[in-house]
């Protein structure tokens, strides 16, 4: 129970990491570079989502399966997500008359759940014991052997 709170507080942090990338680099590009708002958005996006990748696999979930294995589940898993985010929000605002902030804002809500379940369940789940691990040359093997 103790691993797992730290997992999630793990996938928090990181997602405010990402976040803050993602929006710097939207911001940069389009006050600064000049890009229309949309390429800007989509670039901010697309480069917090590979933080957010990046960081989970290593540090959040500490995954040793191959990138080729995991990044199409992971983007899946941010698109489920992303429509878990989206429906909240239409809900919350065109059918609950909440104001569009406040809805978009409780819209997180459901994104991080999803997020946090698909991840730590489909895209980088624990692995088993019986699965075999990568073998790593040994930085003293081969020394003196000659």
Known sequence: MKSTLFQLIRFLATGVLNTA?????????????????AAANFAGYAVGLTVSFIVNRSWTFRSRRSWRAT????????????????????ALHRVGGLSIEWANLLAVAPYTVVFYLGSRWFVFPREAASEPRPVHASPVAGRGAR
């Open 21 to 37: 990338v993602g929006l710097g680099i939207n911001v940069l590009l389009y006050h600064v570079a000049g890009f229309p708002d």
């Open 71 to 90: 990044v199409p589940r992971f983007l899946a898993v941010a698109g489920v997500s992303y429509l878990a985010n989206l429906a909240t929000m239409l």
